[in-house]
């Protein structure tokens, strides 16, 4: 029983103790003369306390001056002097004051110092025009990717309202205790007497205060990464402006807030950035307007290389972009002597991706994956493969979140920086260990080669690969031959094929160049997938017009095919008509038309009569019958060609089309000019609709049809 009342008493001191300090906070926020309202209040609650306690411990429960000490004057003075409140006796009468009575000074602004400023006219004026709405509060969030400039245009927009708005207060507010910090400042700027008589949370507690029956003041919070850590704060006020950075761009809604998003410079705004900054570079304007787009025109990076640039005179221009392109990860991370050089693009994306990490480590991984293809139009159905459907969803609206993606519709868009960034390895960032990068470069690379069309001449499938082709084009150009994989050839291969349909031929000998040189590597000479490479070599270099480069190439084709393979393999016999080509196509017409009509027996004996490759090769037989000066013979044969493929393929199949084209030729050369215009028109009508008024074998029927009328 001894136990329970001394626990009482205990409680019973402690709640009187919270009172008593509770007291004193209500003295200093409110003043004294309100605060003597409450006094008889707190003393009856005391007196009461005591009484209770009294009642319930009896006098069996006290103990005798040795065992606990009493709690005289002087213990209640170190007690006060250890949380920094002094007795509100002791308090001068203008610290106590209420805060309705205690008045801004005139001009009392804190704002950073803003660097060079240039550009975002339509922002300035869309925050104006929200800021200085009727409303009587408002909460604007400007939000944007690290290093866009979020920062910058808020401290020139609070500068531009000094005269409008007092105070203009600036505040770091990153965590909360940086935004009770920078309110403390605020409490203490507003009344000096209170800096050394109140704690940090006491002088918070009568900013807010302040705030919240004051009116005409601009707040401006810098860098809030969670949005929940304001509410305390804006449900307190009523009438002011408060003006928000952050890297977020969701959650804002709950709070009321207008939401501006900024973007990156234009090339201009970013060149005269330079400028300005680096004036002795005018002469360079051209390779520096360059060096912005390198930069992707991000403020921060443009004025990271610019305070480079304006303080090493003898680094040309042209250097530091060189520079910049073969190693970024240094160069985004090398500032200016004087230069803080925490804000660099780096470290501050990496303050986000540690965030990234801590919430989404699928997000992190996406944005390595998304680094290795172009920066936009990224379908999401190429990432939906990586974790299940829901988890990359998720992890993507992470990453808009916090402003590293856009989102429109389904699909993805990169800063080009970030992904440079993204794919440069480095060793003791744990955001960019080369193993994980390589991942990511092996991971992009099949992610495309699943997600690209298994057909390549059939038009209904050029859609999805025109869609494709800018990331595997940028993948090409992001990696080297020395990390290819089997995967990277075999999506080289059929890129470089599906290139040549589209008559895009200097990339696609450079893709098979690479190819085979890879497969080489990987495989050896005699693998099909090297064969395969060889002959798709061949026939880029056939179609360029390489005759001798083609026919050489054909010829070792052919011949490791059909000793690895055997003579009646498809793909020999691919080769055999490949070669048949070249030969056609090198004037050696004899020999070309024997070999065809050895092939064409061959694959409608393996294959078939109805079997595409079939068709190609009696095709290729007649357009050579022709060339010999057997026009009736190519006559005959290219009319049979042209029936099957219309049955087979489709009258809009461009092997129809190509058959079509021949088969007016072939009239054309026989002299019936009446039925060669008629098939030529309809040709041409036919290639415009299905492969465009610029492709190659349009452009070729429209030659032709003018020659022949």
């Given at each position: ?12 001191a ?6 008593v ?23 009856l ?18 103990r ?25 006796g ?7 004051r ?61 500068g531009?309202?000094v ?22 400042e605020?409490?203490?700027?507003l009344?000096?007497e209170?800096?050394d ?13 302040w ?16 949005p ?7 449900e ?19 709070l ?21 900054v ?24 443009v ?50 991706l ?8 699928l ?9 290795w293809?172009?920066p ?14 829901i ?55 099949l ?16 859609p ?16 080297s ?24 031929l200097s ?6 160049e690479?190819?085979l ?5 990987l ?23 390489n ?35 070249a ?5 050696q ?16 004996r ?23 000066g ?13 029936a099957?493929?219309?049955r087979?393929?489709?009258p809009?199949h ?38 465009g ?11 032709d ?5």
């Amino acid at each position: 029983m001894m136990v329970v009342m001394r626990g009482w008493a205990g409680v019973g001191a402690t709640i009187t103790a919270v009172a008593v300090v509770g007291l004193g906070v209500y003295f200093v926020t409110v003043g004294l003369d309100a605060a003597d309202k409450l006094a008889s209040v707190l003393g009856l609650f005391v007196a009461t306390s005591g009484l209770v306690l009294a009642s319930v411990s009896g006098p069996g429960s006290r103990r005798r001056d040795t065992e606990l000490p009493q709690i005289d004057e002087s213990m209640w003075d170190h007690f006060a002097q250890a949380i920094m409140f002094p007795r509100p006796g002791d308090l001068p009468r203008d610290v106590a004051r209420p805060v309705t009575e205690a008045t801004a000074r005139p001009g009392l602004v804190c704002l950073p110092i803003s660097p060079e400023f240039v550009g975002r006219n339509s922002e300035l004026d869309t925050l104006d025009d929200i800021m200085n709405s009727g409303e009587p509060m408002v909460l604007t969030v400007v939000h944007g990717l690290g290093g866009v400039g979020k920062s910058t245009l808020a401290a020139r927009f609070a500068g531009m309202q000094v005269d409008r708005f007092n105070p203009v207060w600036w505040i770091s507010a990153n965590s909360p205790s940086a935004l009770r910090e920078g309110l403390a400042e605020l409490a203490v700027e507003l009344q000096p007497e209170l800096r050394d008589v109140l704690p940090i949370d006491a002088l918070m507690a009568r900013a807010v205060s302040w705030l919240s029956c004051h009116s005409g003041w601009l707040l401006v919070l810098d860098d809030v990464s969670v949005p929940a850590d304001l509410m305390p704060l804006l449900e307190r006020l009523r009438e002011g402006r408060v003006l928000v950075t952050s890297r977020l761009s969701q959650g804002w809604n709950g709070l009321g807030a207008r939401v501006l998003p900024v973007d990156v410079l234009t090339d201009d705004e970013a060149t005269e950035l330079v400028m300005r900054v680096a004036p002795r570079r005018a002469a360079d304007e051209m390779v520096v307007t360059e060096l912005c787009r390198e930069l992707g025109c991000l403020p921060l990076a443009v004025g990271q290389a610019a305070s480079y640039l304006s303080q090493n005179d003898l680094i040309p221009v042209r250097v530091y972009l060189d520079s910049l392109m073969q190693r970024p990860e240094l160069m985004f991370d090398r500032t200016a002597q004087g230069s803080d050089d925490e804000r660099t693009v780096l470290r501050i994306w990496r303050i986000t991706l540690d965030k990234l990490a801590s919430t989404s480590p699928l997000a992190v991984e996406l944005l390595r994956i998304t680094a290795w293809w172009a920066p936009k139009l990224i379908p999401t159905s190429l990432l939906m493969a990586v974790a299940e459907p829901i988890e990359v969803t998720d992890a993507l609206g992470v990453l808009r979140a916090y402003n590293m993606i856009g989102i429109d519709g389904d699909l993805i868009s990169v800063h080009p920086m970030i992904q440079t960034v993204a794919r440069s390895p480095d060793p003791i960032d744990p955001h960019r260990r080369p193993g994980d990068v390589a991942d990511a470069r092996d991971r992009a690379t099949l992610l495309l080669d699943q997600a690209r069309p298994t057909g390549i001449h059939d038009p209904a499938d050029w859609p999805e690969w025109r869609l494709l082709l800018p990331h595997i084009d940028a993948l090409v150009d992001r990696t080297s031959g020395e990390t290819d994989t089997p995967v990277s050839t075999r999506l080289l291969n059929e890129t470089a094929v599906f290139l040549g349909t589209q008559g895009v031929l200097s990339r696609a000998l450079v893709y098979l160049e690479r190819a085979l040189d890879s497969d080489s590597r990987l495989h050896g000479n005699a693998h099909p997938a090297t064969m395969t490479s060889r002959h798709n070599l061949a026939n880029a270099h056939k179609t360029a017009g390489n005759l001798n480069k083609a026919t050489s190439l054909f010829e070792e084709a052919l011949a490791d095919r059909r000793r690895v393979l055997g003579e009646d393999h498809p793909d020999t016999l691919y080769t055999m008509a490949s070669l048949a080509c070249a030969l056609e196509a090198d004037g050696q017409l004899d020999t070309a038309v024997r070999l065809f009509e050895q092939t064409v027996a061959d694959l409608a004996r393996v294959l078939g009569d109805d079997h595409p490759h079939t068709l190609l090769s009696r095709n290729d037989l007649a357009f050579t019958l022709k060339e010999a000066g057997r026009v009736d013979m190519a006559v005959a044969l290219f009319e049979r060609t042209l029936a099957d493929r219309r049955r087979i393929l489709g009258p809009d199949h461009p092997h129809t089309l190509v058959s079509s084209k021949e088969l007016a030729e072939a009239y054309f050369a026989r002299g019936d000019l009446e039925q060669a215009v008629v098939m030529f028109e309809e040709t041409l009508a036919a290639c415009e609709h299905t492969l465009g008024t610029a492709h190659p074998l349009t452009r070729a029927v429209r030659a032709d049809l003018a020659a022949a009328v």
